[in-house]
């Protein structure tokens, strides 16, 4: 998961600072910005949030009218030490690269470009490009309608070119999101359509799979990559990543997590004093919780926003990071039967400590609830799921095991059902809740060892 952006127009890599600030929950270890400034590409990528990496008033360059950027959240490559974005490479035309997504055959890729050691999946996705476009006389549009043909895995992509030109895609089964909007003076695109929103974009389309957009300062083309596939969205953009004021396929992601809630209740009731969000993630279910059972929610637990995102974050950081993230509200909790509702169960290292901080201030009972099904399989389409060993429900098939370990009094999950339906469009990627991934012939063992870390 990372966040991308591209802005083409007056004032572009102040629009790109205000982009990527509103994409930050979507990667935390660098910050890169490519802009165009008189037929040449220039890159910055530093490590840390936008804010710490970028100043505002060094990117008012009245000059520039097009560029990209890319906040990282590593898949390949590690953490901190390699892979920030945007990439260039290429010649005639050159190109910057900023992409969201995962390619699941990068190192055969890699050995068909002749890469030696590539550091990360972006770098052979760049340079894959970079080929294409020249055997297309220096076409990049048509360079992207042909990935499909090499690739397996997952893209939403963003390229400035020297021509200048910003081309923007989403893979052919559409797993990530891309939004974009223009106007005869300028075009913008971002991850998520609440970053568009939060630049001021009232009316945006989303890039549908498949689809590539292109703007070279006068005129919007938009085609379709040469292979077409069944669009499979990835569910845990509803369940986590995405921000609730987002749409994603023209679900905006707030009311399908309220839905997961209200299911959640249905299928896993409990008696209970009061319904505690995990925040932010777990908010809307909560609140979707709340409604359908008619136990009042309340904020039992205030997140420290100085503490990022413990899931976008190196393993070692974790464990320490999740116990300072959250501070208890005492006398919402005390001597209260709480139900917990969070998003999602991963490895169970935050929830751990907060069950204890709950039970440290003096809840009565901890009943943890769960949006979505038990995550079970990894992810090589994006996400940073572990390997089975490190999922906490892929070792402990028990539910009630799995209580004990969090020292809770219950633990109940959504159905897989249940949250598609919440969702509302079919079908969807639930490969890490399924097992069914939307890929032939995976080899999840092979593939654990090549994305483990
Ligand atoms: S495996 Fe899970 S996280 Fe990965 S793309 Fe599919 S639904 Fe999304």
Redesign the pocket.
């Known amino acids: 998961m990372c966040g991308i952006s591209a802005f083409f127009g007056f004032r572009a890599p102040l629009y790109i600072y205000r982009l990527l600030i509103e994409l930050q929950h979507r990667g935390q270890e660098s910050a890169g910005i490519s802009v165009l400034r008189n037929g040449k590409l220039f890159t910055a990528v530093k490590k840390g949030y936008v804010i710490e990496a970028f100043n505002p008033s060094d990117l008012a360059l009245a000059d520039v009218y097009a560029a990209i950027g890319h906040v990282r959240y590593s898949t390949t490559g590690g953490y901190m030490d390699a892979g920030g974005q945007p990439i260039e490479v290429g010649l005639k035309p050159r190109m910057a690269v900023a992409f969201n997504g995962n390619i699941i055959n990068y190192r055969e890729l890699s050995r068909r470009l002749r890469i030696e050691k590539p550091m990360t999946d972006t770098e052979v996705l760049a340079q894959l490009i970079s080929v294409l476009t020249a055997e297309n006389g220096g076409d990049v549009v048509e360079a992207v309608r042909e990935l499909p043909y090499y690739v397996v895995g997952?893209y939403s992509i963003a390229i400035l070119t020297s021509e200048p030109r910003i081309v923007v895609a989403r893979d052919p089964k559409g797993?990530k999101p891309l939004s974009y909007s223009c106007s005869d003076r300028w075009f913008v695109a971002a991850s998520e359509t609440a970053a568009l929103d939060g630049v001021g974009v009232d009316l945006w389309h989303e890039v549908q799979p498949g689809e590539v957009v292109s703007f070279d300062g006068y005129s919007l083309e938009k085609t379709e990559a040469h292979l077409t596939d069944t669009p499979?969205p990835?569910?845990?953009?509803y369940v986590y990543f995405s921000r609730p004021d987002s749409y994603f396929n023209g679900v905006q992601v707030h009311v399908a997590r309220v839905r997961m809630g209200e299911a959640l209740a249905a299928n896993a009731p409990v008696a209970a004093d009061v319904v505690i969000p995990v925040p932010d993630s777990g908010r809307s279910s909560a609140l979707g919780f709340s409604r359908a059972s008619g136990v009042p929610m309340d904020e039992g637990l205030m997140r420290n926003r100085y503490v990022g995102r413990s899931f976008i974050m190196p393993p070692g950081l974790r464990e320490a990071l999740s116990s300072m993230k959250y501070g208890v509200v005492r006398d919402v909790v005390r001597g209260r039967r709480v139900v917990l509702v969070d998003d999602s169960l991963i490895r169970g290292t935050t929830m751990r400590s907060i069950v204890l901080l709950l039970r440290r201030y003096g809840a009565g009972e901890v009943h943890v609830r769960i949006a979505s099904p038990p995550v079970r399989?990894?992810?090589?389409?994006?996400?940073d799921?572990p390997t089975r060993r490190e999922l906490i429900a892929s070792r402990l098939k028990d539910p009630v095991r799995i209580a004990e370990v969090l020292h809770a009094d219950s633990l109940a999950y959504n159905t897989l059902e249940a949250m598609v339906d919440s969702v509302g469009i079919r079908p969807?990627?639930?490969?890490?809740?399924s097992g069914t991934?939307?890929f032939k012939n995976l080899n999840i063992d092979q593939l654990e060892s090549i994305f483990s870390r």
């Open positions: 997952s797993f499979t990835c569910v845990f953009e399989y990894p992810c090589f389409m994006g996400i799921f969807l990627c639930t490969a890490c809740f991934y939307p």
